[in-house]
């Protein structure tokens, strides 16, 4: 029995199906801060649900209880997918904002790909946040990666290296490749020394990476004043301790050379040729 429950209906236009799960991924909550974003930007409507019952300890991730206009209520961990429609874009979007589960991945990464076949999404895109060796002086930076090497290569990302535990999106994107659903992954690294939410300027780069590949406008424009401010605040902080300001100078010598990004209209013009080539065959 399926666990997904739909809630609506919507006509998308070759949406692409962008997830993000709060967890070991998503470091300063900037993943799932992201895709909520994009929620709201787009007015995007409720479309599914997945039934929490059978993916969650609830001693691990409580429900809690509210007292709302009709009395006491009792709000369980929610994983809901949004339908946003985005005028004047080549693209539509398919929008989730959850919680990883603790119990039967395998079973929820088939809710998932329900979804992303039942809307006809041309490609699955997750979003993560991980803590790293980030300077919070520069703009933090976005791996781009594909486990499948024709997507890869294609759309000049790399292909994951990392071997080891792993969490939902690693078997998400297991269940997706071996279905030939595209999906690719961008994680944003977020300075190891500044864990906490929010994280503006991490949100900030995953958007605008998303949008450099997607060419989906995120709005990510709109967060370089919050940005602008935390950057400000912790330079305050660091400013007041030697040995942590020598340490970050030392990570920003790090990240001084890296590689230029190809423009958003590469890249953008890439995978609309990739995706054409998938339709073909």
Known sequence: MSQL??????????????????????????????????????????????DPEIFFNFQEERP????????????????????????????DLVLLSGVEPHLRWRTF??????????????????????????????????????????????????RPTYEGPTGLVGALHDQLDKAGMPVISLRVSVPHY????PNPEATRSLLSRLELVTGV?????????????????????????EEMSNYVQQLEQRVDESEILP?????AAELEAFLRDKRDD
């Not at 209520?73 to 994983?79: A, L």
């Not at 803590?131 to 024709?150: E, F, I, K, N």
């Open 217 to 241: 406008k995120t709005l990510h424009g709109d967060l370089d004043q919050d940005a602008n401010d935390w950057r400000n605040r912790i330079d305050l902080a660091v400013s007041n301790d």
């Open 263 to 267: 423009t958003g209209d590469d890249l």
């Open 5 to 50: 429950v739909w809630e609506g209906e919507a006509e998308l236009n070759r949406p692409f199906f962008v997830i993000a799960l709060e967890g070991l991924f998503d470091a300063a909550g900037a993943a799932t801060n992201s895709v909520d974003r994009l929620v709201t930007t787009y007015d995007a409507k409720p479309l599914a649900n997945i």
């Open 64 to 91: 809690i209880v509210r007292i709302g206009d009709h009395g006491r209520e009792v709000v369980w961990p929610t994983n809901s997918i949004w339908a946003a429609k985005c005028p004047n874009e080549n693209h």
């Open 109 to 158: 990464a088939d809710s998932l790909l329900e979804v992303a076949q039942s809307t006809n999404a041309e490609m699955v895109i997750t979003l993560g946040a991980m803590a790293g060796m980030a300077p919070h002086t520069r703009p933090l930076g976005v791996v781009g990666s594909a486990a499948d090497p024709a997507t890869a290569d294609r759309l000049g990302l790399g």
């Open 194 to 197: 500044v864990p906490n939410p």
